[in-house]
């Protein structure tokens, strides 16, 4: 399959606590994206970044890629309840055919 | 501006029945693509449809198609429906499908009883 992997698949912090998620992809892309999913809900794109960016920022996430170990890591800084949710990173190669990692379950403890 | 838009969000059809879902991009967008989510597959790539053209399609049988109008909506059905189809189907727009930001809709929840 050309399913990405996430690492951990579940992840359970207390509010105020640092997540950090990784990614791992298997094919040469040109931008990988991180996307938020509430139960039951649509995704919601978080962050764009490009092959040749090594790390991005975005209020309170940061993203790392390092395309020679084909991985990624996505952290939230002092997660709160309401970023319980699915985290995906999802790959494409100068397409819109993107290609899903498994997911990363955050549950944040008030 | 809106987002994208998906219609019906929730639908329940029976085995061998036809479904065909809707979506609207945001406006501007010309590239539309389909996903599907479930449990065990997680989510796959359907088809992408830019200019009114299949620029991709996924590994999945014919039963599932799609099409693109001059308008950039886009709209997919599933022919003869099986209790495996039962999925969230997920719609997504970027500007020109080369490498922009990809934006989804809320999702068509599909039940096949």
């Known amino acids: 399959s050309q399913q990405g992997e996430e690492d951990p698949q579940a992840l359970s912090i207390q509010e105020g606590e640092n997540a950090t998620m990784n990614c791992s992809y298997k094919?040469?892309?040109?931008?990988l994206q991180w996307y938020r999913q509430n139960s039951g809900r649509g995704l919601v794109h978080l962050i764009l970044i490009r092959s040749n960016e090594r790390e991005k920022h975005s209020g309170r996430l940061r993203v790392t890629l390092d395309t020679s170990k084909k991985s990624s890591s996505l952290l939230i800084t002092a997660s709160r309840a309401a970023d319980t949710a699915s985290y995906f990173c999802?790959?494409?190669?100068?397409?819109?055919?993107?290609?899903f990692g498994t997911g990363t379950r955050l549950q944040v403890f008030p | 501006k809106a987002g994208v838009t998906q219609t019906p969000r929730y639908l329940i059809k029976t085995r061998g029945q036809q479904v065909t879902l809707s979506c609207s991009p945001i406006?501007?967008?010309?590239?539309v693509s389909w996903y599907q989510q479930t449990p065990g597959q997680g989510l796959q790539f359907l088809f992408e449809?830019?200019?009114?053209?299949?620029?991709n399609k996924g590994n999945f049988p014919g039963r599932f198609s799609g099409r693109q109008f001059s308008n950039s909506r886009s709209e997919m059905n599933v022919s003869t429906l099986e209790l495996g189809d039962s999925a969230l189907y997920l719609c997504?727009?970027?500007?020109?499908?080369?490498?922009?930001?990809?934006?989804f809709g809320e999702g068509s929840w599909l039940t096949v009883v």
């Open positions: 997504a727009s970027s500007l020109d499908g080369g490498g922009n930001t990809i934006y």
């Open positions: 999802a790959t494409d190669a100068f397409t819109d055919k993107l290609i």
């Open positions: 449809y830019f200019s009114e053209t299949q620029r």
């Open positions: 094919t040469s892309i040109n931008n």
């Open positions: 406006s501007g967008h010309r590239s």
